[in-house]
């Protein structure tokens, strides 16, 4: 019996065997490679403006302000919409009534109206529209400017072109490592995405332009959109021959 098992285990241990052998070898990595980083930067004119207009009105009790607002949002989209922006591109949000506390001494718990709130919020692919936009719908009654984003369009489009200048970035560094010691680059082994940002003009410059009264004096120039700069980086590893 004992001698059985053991000329069993024998067979198991040589198939083991055998089908180690039939394996393909794995290839290992080059004997000689180059790692390095590629980046890549580019500053473009922003071609899409997200323009936020805030109104904010109060009265006596909650139908009123909400009537209040209501109005001047219907008045504002219409003198928006007269500069030529499709309606597919104004929505309103946000829209909220608080009450309005009396703030004296001893009177704190004393409600003495209604304040109502909503925002309106422009999506122009014209960018020189902003300025316009901003004195139609404060010349409506809006009376807030909350946020205004400059953007490109074609975002991805923008990423792949900048991705791609990156790895060329990579690909012609390894390429001078190589020829420094006398070799020549093989293919890419492996090539990852290390990091891509966007940076747009800072919306704060543009709502301190506004609080401070300057878009009155030149509203073309408060709103100048300004550049975009994206950036992107790689990190690579080549064979070297």
Known sequence: MKKTIAIFAAILAFAAAAGAAAQPAQPGPPARYVRVTGEA??????DLAILSLGIVQQAKTTLA???????????????????GIDRKDIRTS???ITPVYDERAGKQNQIVGYRADCSITLRLED?????????????????EVRNLDYRKK??????IETLKRAVANAAAKASAIAATLGGTLGPAISVEEQGYSLRAP?????????AMGSVAASPREAFSPGSIEVS??????FELR
Do not use: H, Q, W
């Not at 074609?154 to 990423?159: C, I, K, T, Y």
């Open 127 to 143: 960018t020189g529209l902003v300025a316009e936009a901003v004195d139609a719908a404060t010349g409506a009654g809006a009376n």
């Open 202 to 210: 800072d919306s704060r410059l543009y709502l301190a332009k506004a």
């Open 41 to 46: 930067t580019a500053t473009v004119d922003a």
């Open 232 to 237: 992107a980086s790689v990190a690579a590893v």
């Open 94 to 96: 946000g829209f909220s």
């Open 65 to 83: 302000a909400r009537e209040a607002v209501t109005a001047i949002a219907d008045k504002a989209i219409a003198a928006v919409a007269a500069l």
């Open 154 to 159: 074609n975002e991805d489009e923008l990423r």
